[in-house]
């Protein structure tokens, strides 16, 4: 199971850890590996960020295989774009991971969906994307269903 963030309601350092620990059966009940992408009511200062990798046992960014799927989860919490760090990762993380077969990128705050609406693709994250054959992108933080197909 992939999230999308905000698995919890955040904002308040103090509380953090309890949200979690409050929050933690809900997916342990499952019985399946769960991968969190961090969302703005996840991770919104330094202590949040230690607090959400240590409940998820997860990097804020990162990526994992299931079979021939290759999965590369990017931070943007706390901003609505990805930052130049982020878009080296996933530049690296695509060039490693070429021949997996289809590609998935998660991230909580959709910067790419306004561009995409008004038919641009000279956005760089969308150029990345065409140039390693990322198949889907999937994000959060709209609380609503948005489905978009392009090349």
């Given at each position: 199971m992939v999230t999308v963030g905000d698995t919890i309601q955040g904002g308040s350092d103090s509380a953090a850890q309890a949200e979690w620990i409050a929050v933690r059966p809900t997916w342990v009940r499952l019985h399946l590996p769960v991968y969190f992408t961090p969302g703005n009511h996840d991770i919104?200062?330094?202590?949040?960020r230690a607090i959400y990798e240590k409940q998820t046992g997860r990097a804020s960014s990162y990526s994992f295989d299931y079979q021939n799927a290759?999965?590369?989860?990017l931070d943007n919490s706390e901003s609505m774009q990805l930052s130049r760090g982020q878009m080296q990762f996933l530049e690296r993380d695509l060039q490693a991971n070429g021949a997996r077969e289809p590609k998935f990128v998660f991230f909580h705050q959709p910067f790419w969906l306004i561009p995409l609406m008004l038919q641009s693709t000279d956005l760089p994250f969308h150029q990345m994307m065409r140039k390693y054959g990322v198949n889907y992108v999937i994000s959060g933080h709209l609380h609503q269903y948005v489905r978009m197909e392009r090349d």
């Open positions: 919104w200062s330094e202590k949040s290759h999965f590369t989860i």
